[in-house]
């Protein structure tokens, strides 16, 4: 692993913001990675959505380790342990998922890499932090809501949440999260508007990038 568990927490307490991104073109997504990286991004996750999206992550490693070398790559929709160690072996500095399985959490362990596994309730929460899960993703954010951290937060204050679905750039959605105790946020097409990626406005998503972090230095507390 390039970078240390507690290095991996560490960065996405203080960025706020981890994108969420896949494309079947490894060439788009390295633009799209080297974007981010320009505006200020350090966590990049990455989906295992498609066929052969563990070809793209292993070609975007290698492009992220030579041209952006302080950038973070972790892997996200991984729902089961092979998955999940298939995408370690090929550079994943942590893991992200749509649902808890303690079974990832295992392989997660033995490595050290952080899991972040999809939480909808209190309980599942506390489960997930039983199993070694430093960060808790909330998902999804916009069913949920920022009243679900807030009252969560308050008897389990020390949990880390990192809220997914319904997040957006621009400052009252960020202070509503913020404000109830996210340690960070996932942001995923908002931050990468079709029309950009079409155009190939790599410029417009580092401004985005930017914009975001910018305005969650500001609220957060």
């Given at each position: 692993?390039?970078?240390?568990?507690?290095?991996?927490?560490?960065?996405?307490?203080?960025?706020?913001?981890?994108?969420?991104?896949?494309?079947?073109?490894?060439?788009?997504?390295?633009?799209?990675?080297?974007?981010?990286?320009?505006?200020?991004?350090?966590?990049?996750?990455?989906?295992?959505?498609?066929?052969?999206?563990?070809?793209?992550?292993?070609?975007?490693?290698?492009?992220?380790?030579k041209e952006?070398?302080?950038?973070?790559?972790?892997?996200?929709?991984?729902?089961?342990?092979?998955?999940?160690?298939?995408?370690?072996?090929?550079?994943?500095?942590?893991?992200?998922?749509?649902?808890?399985?303690?079974?990832?959490?295992?392989?997660?362990?033995?490595?050290?890499?952080?899991?972040?596994?999809g939480c909808?309730?209190?309980?599942?929460?506390?489960?997930?932090?039983?199993?070694?899960?430093?960060?808790?993703?909330?998902?999804?954010?916009?069913?949920?809501?920022?009243a679900f951290?807030?009252?969560?937060?308050?008897?389990?204050?020390?949990?880390?949440?990192?809220?997914?679905?319904?997040?957006?750039?621009?400052?009252?959605?960020?202070?509503?999260?913020?404000?109830?105790?996210?340690?960070?946020?996932?942001?995923?097409?908002?931050?990468?508007?079709?029309?950009?990626?079409?155009?190939?406005?790599?410029?417009?998503?580092?401004?985005?990038?930017?914009?975001?972090?910018?305005?969650?230095?500001?609220?957060?507390?």
């Amino acid at each position: 692993m390039r970078f240390s568990k507690v290095e991996v927490i560490q960065t996405m307490k203080a960025t706020g913001l981890v994108p969420v991104f896949y494309h079947k073109d490894a060439e788009v997504a390295k633009k799209v990675v080297k974007a981010c990286y320009d505006g200020g991004v350090r966590a990049f996750e990455f989906t295992n959505r498609g066929d052969f999206a563990h070809e793209v992550f292993g070609e975007l490693v290698k492009f992220a380790n030579k041209e952006c070398p302080d950038m973070i790559m972790g892997i996200g929709s991984i729902v089961d342990a092979p998955t999940a160690s298939l995408y370690i072996q090929l550079g994943a500095n942590f893991i992200v998922g749509p649902l808890f399985n303690p079974d990832v959490a295992k392989v997660a362990n033995r490595r050290l890499v952080p899991y972040a596994p999809g939480c909808g309730s209190v309980s599942e929460v506390g489960f997930a932090q039983e199993m070694g899960c430093d960060i808790c993703k909330v998902f999804p954010g916009d069913v949920l809501g920022a009243a679900f951290v807030k009252n969560l937060k308050a008897p389990m204050p020390w949990s880390n949440l990192m809220v997914t679905g319904g997040v957006k750039p621009e400052e009252a959605n960020l202070k509503a999260w913020f404000s109830a105790g996210v340690t960070c946020v996932g942001m995923g097409s908002n931050l990468f508007p079709a029309e950009m990626i079409k155009n190939e406005d790599w410029a417009g998503i580092t401004q985005l990038c930017a914009g975001a972090i910018a305005i969650i230095q500001k609220v957060k507390n």
